[in-house]
């Protein structure tokens, strides 16, 4: 036990510090995928032809491919890409910060899923609302944040809710390229001690504290974005 | 259909498909795949040819056994948490939350370098029949791949159990057919019928989930273009075959569900 302590003999500080970077990442990720997500929506839904091609072929291959494969190779890619680019444009190399990486990479697949479930959820609003606003005169800009986006949440949030809790533990999957995070942290933690099981179950306990307290708060942003609206229960 | 009938059928499904920006897009698809092909390096492919094969097969392999094990132990999580007494419901529910709620790698490594740092210890477990299974990385990937499956099916059968509208087992009753027989006939092939949809979305996500056994060094395809890039130093062919490699396998998986799907009655409960 006092292997876990957070002070310098124990590791437990080392694994707080890695469940703060994991929550960073999934933080960042998920704002920049839901970004990335609306643009997309929109893109699909009101979009020219090449617009929703290029979004479907994006969608799909961004899904049918394992994060894994997605996050090496964006990885690499995109360290690459931003390192020619410097270097042609006659600037210096840069290091690029696993934390910025780690959140381009997973914003870009989290903003595939993200398209999907904010098109479904702007599909389920009825028609007759985003009618109303367009006959009101109103300019794109303000039909989104007063109509489209209050309407659509109630739909998206627990898809979005859903896509959260992936992004938490997706972060486990930047342990292999190195950068440092909770999983990280515990293999290096149970690594050096040898006490390889406490050290995963700690681990273990800090995700599920993370998805029971992100799932308490969901519950709350869920019932107040269907403030107003018949409760399911008395629907049926 | 007579086959004049469905050569129209195509025709006009061609014409849907192919508009003027579309031929365009598949022309630049096409030069992106030439210029892949010509200007990256490809020589590697014939020496590592047969490991790539073992790799898929391996793969693969790890799918069917992982799916067909954990949906098997996804019926008793999701009729225990459906309809169960307490006892039942309460430890299957505790199950699917910790599943659901932790990372699939930090449970492989879990079982792999925990639980396998622990059975040593122990010499009846070194001198039973289990141990050379047990010195293996295999098994570890496929526990817990399993466990992970069953997590997340299991949440999926206990909607679909609960789904099925009560008049159906009350009908059965009356028929006189005891509980093992609802069971058999009317329940669990109505609650299958309704998760066939998610099954599909999550045999893929299991599919995509496959590559993580790498890291604790069984040789699946994942390992295997990793090795290539070891030995090469290329970065990205071997990545782009492996992500193109996947992208076939779902393809293939979202067909065949789909041809399964087709043939059950779409009106049900």
Not at chain 2, 222 to 251: C, H, N, W
Request: with cysteine; aromatic share 12%.
């Amino acid at each position: 036990m006092e292997l876990l302590s957070p002070v310098a003999p124990g590791w437990g500080g080392t694994l707080l510090v890695g469940l703060l970077h994991s929550i960073e990442i999934a933080i960042g990720a998920t704002c920049l995928g839901l970004m990335i997500g609306t643009a997309g929506a929109f893109g699909k839904l009101y979009g020219g032809p090449v617009t929703r091609d290029l979004l479907a072929i994006y969608t799909t291959v961004v899904r049918a491919v394992p994060e894994l494969v997605l996050i090496l190779l964006l990885y690499y890619a995109g360290t690459d890409l931003i390192n020619q680019v410097l270097t042609a444009m006659g600037y210096q190399r840069v290091d690029i910060s696993g934390l910025a990486a780690g959140i381009f990479v997973l914003g870009f697949v989290q903003g595939a899923y993200s398209t999907e479930v904010i098109r479904g959820a702007i599909l389920a609003i009825p028609q007759g609302q985003i009618e109303a606003a367009r006959a009101y005169g109103m300019s794109p800009g303000l039909m989104l944040r007063r109509v489209t986006v209050p309407a659509m949440l109630p739909f998206a949030l627990p898809g979005l809710a859903n896509l959260w809790l992936i992004a938490t533990k997706d972060t486990a999957l930047l342990a292999v390229v190195g950068f440092f995070e909770l999983t990280l942290a515990t293999r290096q933690a149970a690594g050096v001690t040898k006490a390889y099981l406490i050290f995963y179950l700690a681990a273990g306990a800090l995700y599920l504290a993370l998805s029971l307290f992100s799932n308490l708060v969901i519950g709350r942003v869920e019932a107040w974005s269907r403030r107003g609206m018949p409760s399911v229960k008395e629907a049926r | 259909m007579s086959a004049e009938a469905s050569a129209i059928n195509m025709a006009a499904r061609a014409s849907i498909w192919l508009k003027p920006h579309r031929i365009v897009l598949i022309l630049i698809a096409l030069a992106l795949v030439l210029c892949a092909a010509f200007f990256m390096r490809w020589d590697w492919l014939p020496q590592y040819w047969e490991m790539g094969l073992m790799g898929i097969w391996r793969a693969l392999w790890i799918l069917a056994v992982t799916c067909a094990l954990g949906f098997a132990l996804a019926v008793p999580l999701g009729l225990a948490q459906a309809g169960g007494p307490i006892w039942f419901s309460a430890p299957a529910k505790v199950f699917c939350t910790i599943i659901r709620g932790t990372p699939l790698l930090l449970q492989l490594w879990l079982l792999y370098y925990g639980l396998g740092s622990i059975f040593p210890q122990y010499p009846w477990i070194r001198e039973s029949w289990l141990w050379p299974y047990l010195r293996q990385a295999w098994p570890y990937g496929v526990v817990a791949l399993t466990l992970s499956f069953a997590g997340y099916e299991g949440e999926v059968m206990r909607g679909a159990f609960a789904g099925v509208p009560r008049g159906q087992l009350e009908a059965a009753r009356a028929f006189g057919m005891s509980r093992w027989k609802i069971f058999r006939r009317i329940w669990l092939p109505q609650a299958f019928y309704r998760a066939l949809p998610t099954l599909t979305g999550e045999t893929v996500l299991q599919l995509k989930s496959t590559p993580l056994v790498a890291t604790i060094s069984v040789i699946d395809i994942f390992a295997v273009s990793s090795k290539v890039r070891q030995d090469t130093y290329l970065t990205y062919e071997p990545l782009l075959l492996l992500a193109l490699i996947y992208m076939t396998i779902t393809g293939i998986l979202v067909f065949a569900f789909s041809r399964i799907e087709a043939r059950i009655p779409v009106k049900i409960g």
